[in-house]
């Protein structure tokens, strides 16, 4: 089992910045890709970045050159730094980790509880 604690997050204005940052304990080496969810009120959960071992990253479309994501694969965290935000990028960030071997899905993934981010125009 792998347990996900996600920090950081908080208000902001548009423009602004903020990080959020996730650790995994447990059995980590069961891993592999780490990232980041979000979710508001009036939307389904959405994928925001994701972060191989190896290094490898991938981006929403609406985060693209706004967000960057990286990884301590020793301090088994990840971290997401949000540059430029938008009011858009409100809503609750949930850190996650893909079992290896196994499908990565909503069901199958591991997940934080969450951390809110608000940012106000």
């Known amino acids: 089992q792998v347990e996900l604690v996600e920090s950081g997050g908080g208000l902001q204005r548009a423009g602004g910045s903020l990080s959020v940052t996730c650790t995994a304990s447990g059995r980590t080496v069961s891993i592999d890709a780490m990232g980041w969810y979000r979710q508001s009120p009036d939307k389904q959960r959405e994928f925001v970045a994701t972060?191989?071992?190896?290094?490898?990253?991938k981006y929403a479309d609406s985060v693209k050159g706004r967000f960057t994501i990286s990884r301590d694969n020793l301090k088994n965290t990840v971290n997401l730094q949000m540059n430029s935000l938008e009011p858009e990028d409100t809503g609750v960030y949930y850190c996650t980790a893909e079992r290896i071997g196994v499908q990565p899905s909503l069901v199958n993934n591991y997940w934080g509880q969450g951390t809110r981010v608000r940012v106000d125009s």
């Open positions: 972060v191989t071992r190896g290094g490898l990253a």
